[in-house]
């Protein structure tokens, strides 16, 4: 992880083979702007490109927070002994 | 005046026996051949061969030089127990006096004061320098009147005399004394440490007693008396009381008849340092500020950071099947119903009530803060809303009722007077240079008790602090110390501000409010006291001979209150100021010239017999002086010897050689016309 220590570990650009940009535009009225995929296989394309987005701003604002989730049980453990 | 022969000779040694021999052997020859003037020929060498070798006849005036004697007088303070000062100067001025009635003899006499920084007595060093000072062809002795107790025996010179020891010692002498064995330095709160401890009776002790009382007082508290084995080395577990410099002093009554009471008193002083400390954060929501927080509490390897955010708040529902989601489980009920009081301090970061927390957790975290957790919310504008936490069991220990206004628009925080007092934000300016980069929301509370250490807009509070039963709860009332993080608008001391939040929740003894402590450097302790108030009361210090001495403080800073006092003994100092107290031990535990207290040669012995010296009791008398040769054993039985150099300094020298070349030519010449003639006149 090249940014483990700079940034809380959190990376400062994301690079993907995917368009989820276009995916998440929309117009003031909430209409996706571009089409993806076809039919519905397309709008799955779409939610998971949303949830995408959702795990993208999640990792930006609690940094490297999952990866330390994994001591927790063992802290829990400790404690009270 | 002394004469003497040399030889100064003209050619080398074997030119001139090889000389004599081949002259020998023409001699030899001659009388083998009867001639005659054998003889004159033979003397005729011997001539010749007597003046190559030059001989010297050499005078020299010599002046003769004093024998130098040298008397170390012990002054240090094992040597000033009982009557040991007098005896000792006592028999220094009868010696002196003896020493000086000699003839051609030099008195020095050195004192050896206590050493600097507890190392003892340096008798080893003292005598050294007094050494080198002096030409080792005329030390003809050198006398320690101590008590025998030395702290630098390996610095021991090489004597060219005998060297006597007239020690202060007595038969009838005996110590009882504490030795502490080990004494941990730093220890760790609620666990035990052992601290190994030994009373022990030196010298001639009265044999009955098996047991002694020992007196162990915390802190300048009530002491405790157990009776414990004399000359056992005994256990004693110790359970630290509080955080910070925690003071044991071990006391074993003095006894009748005992040289001094300096070592029946053991001072231990232990830092009490806390275990890992454990941290519980609950972030209500992901948000750019949430990062600083664990940042900061990870940054402290002393800390154990139990960290969760409400990713998902469980009013969500939106069809997604719940073997999409990644989620971690919240254990809310093994963290606020069963562990919560594992836990040194809980942060709720924009926390605010979504059903995850039932009010009878929240109850329990009330409960929690009573009996001495501590709680810090960090309040986002959902404090402000229906939803707050404050709408729960914990209003009651908030020290700030939410207006429900958020107050959207940049401010600079600023410490308010009290803060300027308070251990958590006095002097915060002086961590960052610069101005303080601003914040852009506020939660608007009303205060509800507890102290404002730090306003925002309109001086409303930002920051307070409060009290609850035995804990301590806090309420920021801005999301916004991130931006200090970021540097935003050049940053502020973000990170000072809430370590020391943090640590004084945590109760770290040095953010105290009101504290009274003291720091010592040799014998000059520095007392502090730390008071919210603008007047505090003179600090009482009683010594440890038990005199009150009433000091006035002075502030030095907000809310810092000083006094210097020059502690004259060793020992511990009491200090009282208003409610507080405090104690402090002034100097080493144990000062070195009190460990050791009996007097005799025992550290000086190898030394002594090296030399062949030897050790007296003054108590005994002072022994003769008597003179003996160099390598012969000066001491015996009331008897002490010193080994006269006859030292001397040459001041001038005469040489007249005995064959003058005249002589030499008319000797030789004469013996050869001689020798010469006689075989003439035969034939």
């Known amino acids: 992880m090249p940014f483990r220590n700079l940034n809380d570990g959190v990376t400062p650009v994301v690079i993907g083979g995917n368009d989820w940009a276009a995916a998440w535009a929309m117009d003031e009225r909430g209409n996706p702007l571009y089409p993806v995929g076809r039919g519905y296989s397309g709008e799955r394309q779409r939610e998971l490109a949303y949830r995408f987005g959702v795990n993208l701003v999640m990792h930006v604002l609690t940094g490297n927070y999952k990866s330390d989730q994994v001591h927790v049980p063992a802290l829990l453990n400790r404690l009270g002994q | ?683």
């Open chain 2, 1 to 683: 005046m002394t004469g003497s022969f040399v030889f100064d000779p003209l050619l080398p040694w074997w030119l001139i026996i090889a000389l004599a021999g081949m002259a020998m052997t023409a001699v030899a020859l001659a009388l083998h051949r009867g001639l005659s003037g054998w003889a004159f020929r033979a003397m005729a060498a011997l001539v010749v061969v007597a003046a190559l070798a030059g001989p010297v006849f050499q005078q020299e005036e010599r002046g003769r030089l004093s024998d130098i004697i040298l008397m170390i007088e012990d002054a240090t303070a094992s040597n000033r127990l009982g009557d040991r000062a007098d005896l000792t100067a006592e028999a220094a001025e009868a010696l002196a006096t003896r020493i000086e009635a000699r003839e051609n003899t030099v008195l020095r006499r050195i004192t050896v004061a206590d050493g600097v920084d507890n190392s003892g007595t340096q008798l080893m060093t003292a005598l050294s320098e007094a050494l080198a000072q002096e030409p080792r062809g005329r030390v003809a002795g050198a006398f320690i009147l101590s008590d025998g107790r030395l702290h630098d025996a390996e610095r021991a010179p090489d004597m060219p005399a005998p060297l006597h020891l007239l020690h202060t010692g007595r038969e009838s002498d005996w110590d009882r004394r504490i030795k502490i064995r080990n004494a941990p330095a730093f220890a760790i709160l609620d666990e035990e440490v052992v601290l190994t401890l030994e009373i022990e009776d030196m010298g001639n002790a009265p044999s009955d007693a098996r047991t002694a009382a020992l007196d162990v007082a915390v802190d300048g508290a009530e002491p405790r008396r157990f009776d414990v084995p004399i000359g056992r080395p005994i256990d004693l577990p110790i359970r630290l009381p509080h955080g910070g410099r925690n003071v044991l002093e071990f006391h074993t009554p003095v006894m009748e008849g005992e040289l001094t009471d300096r070592n029946n008193t053991a001072i231990v002083q232990i830092n009490g340092v806390r275990d890992r400390l454990s941290v519980l954060l609950v972030s209500g929501e992901p948000h750019a500020g949430g990062r600083t927080w664990r940042n900061l509490l990870k940054s402290d390897s002393s800390v154990d950071l139990v960290h969760f955010t409400i990713l998902r708040p469980p009013e969500k529902q939106d069809g997604v099947p719940v073997r999409e989601l990644s989620l971690i489980a919240f254990p809310t009920r093994e963290l606020f119903l069963e562990k919560i009081d594992e836990f040194d301090l809980i942060i709720f970061d924009r926390y605010k009530r979504r059903g995850i927390l039932p009010a009878l957790y929240l109850d329990n975290v009330r409960n929690y803060v009573e009996q001495g957790g501590a709680v810090l919310i960090a309040a986002g504008p959902d404090f402000a809303s229906a939803d707050s936490l404050f709408r729960s069991p914990i209003e009651h220990i908030v020290p700030g009722r939410p207006t429900a206004r958020v107050l959207e628009e940049p401010y600079r925080p600023r410490v308010t007077e009290l803060g300027q007092r308070h251990p958590v934000t006095a002097g915060l300016e002086a961590e960052f240079d610069g101005d303080w980069g601003q914040w852009l929301r506020q939660i608007e509370v009303q205060p509800e008790g507890g102290q404002v250490v730090m306003s925002g807009i309109d001086e409303k509070p930002l920051l307070m602090l409060d009290r609850v039963g035995e804990g301590r709860v806090s309420l920021l009332a801005s999301d916004h110390a991130w931006l200090w993080n970021r540097g935003f608008e050049g940053g502020g001391p973000q990170l000072e501000l809430l370590r020391r939040l943090a640590h004084w929740m945590m109760k770290e003894p040095e953010l105290e409010e009101e504290a009274l402590w003291a720091e010592a450097t040799d014998q000059t302790m520095r007392i502090i006291r730390r008071s919210l108030s603008e007047n505090v009361g003179d600090v009482t210090i009683t010594t440890p001979g038990g005199e009150d001495v009433v000091l006035p403080l002075q502030e030095v800073s907000p809310g810092r209150f000083e006094a210097l006092f020059d502690g004259p003994d060793i020992g511990l100092y009491r200090l009282a100021s208003d409610t507080h107290s405090a104690v402090i031990g002034l100097g080493p535990a144990s000062p070195v010239e009190f460990e050791e207290t009996m007097a005799g040669d025992m550290d000086l012995r190898p030394m002594l017999e090296a030399t062949g010296g030897g050790s007296f009791a003054l108590v005994d008398g002072l022994p003769r002086l008597r003179e003996v040769r160099e390598g012969r054993p000066a001491a015996g039985r009331g008897w002490m010897g010193i080994t006269p150099r006859d030292a001397f300094e040459t001041l001038s020298v005469r040489q007249t050689a005995l064959l003058p070349p005249w002589l030499v030519l008319l000797l030789i010449s004469g013996l050869i016309i001689g020798g010469w003639l006689r075989e003439g006149r035969r034939t």
